[in-house]
Every structure is written in C-alpha cells, then in structure tokens.
C-alpha cells in the first residue's frame, strides 16, 4: 500500500540489506549519466514534451543536434535573446530539486536524512557528473567566446540542462521511492527518468528546443578523471572533441599526440604553467635531460646531479638526480630541490635524510 502525501518516514536507520544497495542504485545512474549510446529522438521528444507541458509552456518544435557546439553555432545568438532561456533554470528547480527537497521532507531522521544526502548527492565520486558538465562548458566557453567576442556573447550566459548533472539527485529518490517507500507521484518519476535516461543536453527556448545527442565516447582514468592519451577523452559523433590528461584539459596540438611523442621542445614555448606540469609529467624527466641538454654538475657513485638552464620551463632552477639501475641498466630520473649542490647531498633528500653510505649499511 503507498503511503500518503506528507508522511513522514519513521526509520531511524538504514538495515545491512538497504545499506548495501546504496551503491548499487548509485552505479545503475553513473552508467545512464556517463551513457554513449546515441539517444532515441522519440523518446527524447516525449520527454522534452511532458517538461513542457508541466511549465505550462506550448509543445515546441524540437531540433536535434549531434554536440552541444553544434547546437550553439547554430543558435547561440537566438538563445541569448530569448526570455525563456534565461529562466530556463526554474525547469531544474521545478522538475528535480521541489521534488529531491519533498523526497528529503518524508525523512523524519535528520541524520538519516542527511547520510543519505552525502552517500548520493554529495559524494566525491559523484563530483564526477558536475566535472564533466563543467568542462565541456568551459570549453564551450572558449570557443564561442572567441567567435562571438565583438557581439560580447559569452557561452556561460546560455541556459541549459544537462542530464549527467542530475543523475545523482535521482539516483537519491530512485532508492528513498524503491527502498524507503517514500512517496512521489508515479508521473512526476517517469517524467524525471525520462528526461535524465533519454536526453542530452537540452537548450530551451520558448518555440523551439534544442536537444544534443550524447558524446560517443568518454574515457576516464583509474581515478576517475577524464583522460585519453594520444586521443579525446570526449567526443561526439560530429567530431567536437574534448582532450584531456589525468583531468587536464589540453588543447588539441597536445592531445591529439600520444604522450610517448610529447617534445621536450614545447616546454620552451608553453606558457600555461599547467599545462608544462603536464608535459613534464607526460614526457618525464629523462628525455627532457636528454632533449634539452641537461648540464653534469657532479657525480658520486654512479649517480649524476644535473640542472636545466633555461628560466621559461619552471619559475626555480631544475635539478635533477640521474640514477643507473646496476641490474637492469634502466636509468631513472627524479628532480630535487633547487638548493642542492651535489650529487650525495640529492641522494641523502631522496633518501629521507639518511646519507647514502649510511643507507647502504641499513639494507
């Protein structure tokens, strides 16, 4: 039997069984949040459509694009003038977060109320969904910022709603509805899954709705972090690529080349000091040394302390400590204080503070 409107939920705490479906309920809508399947445009129409109807607004004619920049090249300029785009956030208030709020009301428990809140909505792991949206926007940003800088029409000032940023909050009422019996109406749900299950980006104006389709492609690294080494790390079917490392985002002359060709060479020019971290980090200190003629300042036992003359690449002078494996011949390269002044001395900070000679007694 469904519980009436208004109730309120009596548990005082999760049991082990409703405990642990939690971060089942929270894969099952990171896999539709992170989806590249192509969308089904009737389903996508219906779910736009019902949107509609609940703002009050006519059915609009809607328009599909491939990518968020193609939809945006195309409309950029119309939906900056339109009235309805600029309130186009109550669509988000009105449709998810009255009823993550209601769903959030039926707890009695507030510290149930609020675990429930962190474990789905507030997680870390969930940031991701806010991360992704973020940078294609900030992307975006750039983009049309350059196209459209004399109209002084900027991306950030469009509206729009992004399913992948919403996947969280319904994956907090899908279990409260599922597991706790909380109520909401079965069509404001449907409406809800629909909107989150079948679209992608969606920019609104007062006839028309721009629908995108999803990426086709978005890769990540072991920690969650958008990466993709040699290729984009989002991409949709239109070509409109995003590259990034380990979370970076890159510009297509970099992320279009596997790290393995990243050149030594770049660092000289590259004046975004995030993005020569990253270099550094892709092309490694032994080819730098190597392509950029690292300077001997002093060996010791096999171990060499080189420096990188050249101010542009880093703020500090770069030393490094070169070290010959003696049974595998692999050399290995790590950067140390610019205050060292030999190679021992380098070996002794590597060593936290324990002086080689002293060190090789230990092992």
Sequence with gaps: MSRKVGDMLQIEKLTPEQAALIPVYREKWRKIALSTERIDREKATEAVNAVYEIM???EPQIVFFDSPYAALKEFNQQLHHSQLNEKAYTIQREILTEKRNYIRSQILNKELAIFLIQEFISN?????FERFSWIILKELHTHFYIVDEELDIEAFDVSYFAPESWANVAS????????????LSQQDWLVIQNLIKNCGWIFPDEHIAIVCDRPIHIRFDNQNRLHAEGEPAIEFADGYSLYSYHGVTLPEKYGKIHPQQWQAQWLLTETNAELRRVLIQGIGYSRICQDLQAIELDNWDGYTLLRIDNDFIDIEPILLLKMTCPSTGFIHVLRVPPNM??????IRWVNWGI?????IIET
């Design 341 to 346: 002044v030999s190679a021992r001395e380098a």
């Design 124 to 128: 870390p792991l969930d940031d991701i």
């Design 172 to 183: 907090f009422i899908d279990f409260c509805i599922s597991e706790l019996n909380c109520d």
């Design 56 to 58: 009050g607004f006519d």
């Design 355 to 359: 002086d080689p000679e002293d060190f």
